[in-house]
């Protein structure tokens, strides 16, 4: 495997999740092409709505964004070191 995404899927709900793809191939455009594969086969099963979490902090928003995901909130994560 080369690179690859999964959709998880219920109730109307598409999730992508776990995009990866292996270090000699990055680049190519391999992410995006499984990413709207993903989004395509949610749309195929009538999702009412397909998202996918990225944090903000790397490269992968952008990458959301070229496949045409919009944005629409953020989620924060607090540590306290003891």
Not at 13 to 26: F, I, L, M, Y
Not at 55 to 64: N, R
């Amino acid at each position: 495997v080369i690179s690859r995404a999964w959709l998880l899927g219920r109730d109307g709900v598409g999730q992508v999740e776990d995009v990866a793809t292996s270090v000699p191939h990055r680049g190519k455009g391999l992410a995006r092409a499984v990413v709207s594969a993903a989004a395509r086969a949610s749309r195929e099963a009538n999702d009412e709505l397909t998202f996918v979490i990225a944090d903000s902090g790397e490269t992968t928003p952008e990458l959301y964004r070229k496949t045409g995901f919009e944005p629409i909130g953020f989620k924060w994560r607090f540590v306290k070191r003891l």
